[in-house]
T-cell receptor, first 115, second 112 residues
């Protein structure tokens, strides 16, 4: 079975632009979480979605938004990009809502560079 | 705010040695802890987890120890192999909350 898949794997944007990142969870997983990993740091929680509803949000500005589709795939959108948004964006899926009753499975990430 | 931190940013060991990676956490409400391994260019990979009602849990070549008194977590890797070279993160979570809080990571370098 395929793991968590993310696209694109790499992309370069300029300040002020917007970006959409996509994630397909493991088949059967209903929960998707997004994390931002700045170089040299641990991942930081952005959002969690379960059954198409937002169930958790981290300390990120309103420029960050996400949604989950009926097939449980998800998009992360970032508007008005800043240099500081350059990071690896990780998507993780889990079967249960909290993800704490089992493993969080991470994708390989989308590396965003903002120039 | 609450945070998870690590004592050592880099740990260098010889192949065959046992490795110990340490982590301090500060949120006393955390009741679930996970160790992840992240290789270059890849996403974090689950290694082992432990709940706060346990002190020790063993997996294949790995052991996680939890000391709630001093809020300390450690990952022991037995007979470390070059393939174990990666950045290791501890993460904490709390029942009812949706997020994991990750530490900054420890880089493990294994020399043949």
């Amino acid at each position: 079975d395929a793991g968590v898949t993310q696209s694109p794997t790499h992309l370069i944007k300029t300040r002020g632009q917007h970006v959409t990142l996509r994630c397909s969870p493991i088949s059967g997983h209903k929960s998707v979480s997004w994390y931002q990993q700045v170089l040299g740091q641990g991942p930081q929680f952005i959002f969690q979605y379960y059954e198409k509803e937002e169930r958790g949000r981290g300390n990120f500005p309103d420029r960050f938004s996400a949604r989950q589709f009926p097939n449980y795939s998800s998009e992360l959108n970032v508007n008005a990009l800043l240099l500081g948004d350059s990071a690896l964006y990780l998507c993780a899926s889990s079967f249960e809502l909290a993800g704490l009753t089992g493993e969080l499975f991470f994708g390989e990430g989308s590396r965003l560079t903002v120039l | 705010g609450e945070s998870v931190g690590l004592h050592l940013p880099t740990l260098s060991v010889q192949e065959g040695d046992n490795s110990i990676i340490n982590c301090a956490y500060s949120n006393s409400a955390s009741d679930y802890f996970i160790w992840y391994k992240q290789e270059s260019g890849k996403g974090p990979q689950f290694i082992i987890d432990i709940r706060s009602n346990m002190d020790k849990r063993q997996g294949q070549r790995v052991t996680v120890l939890l000391n709630k008194t001093v809020k300390h977590l450690s990952l022991q890797i037995a007979a470390t192999q070059p393939g174990d070279s990666a950045v290791y993160f501890c993460a904490e979570g709390a029942t009812g909350f949706q997020k994991l809080v990750f530490g900054t990571g420890t880089r493990l370098l294994v020399s043949p």
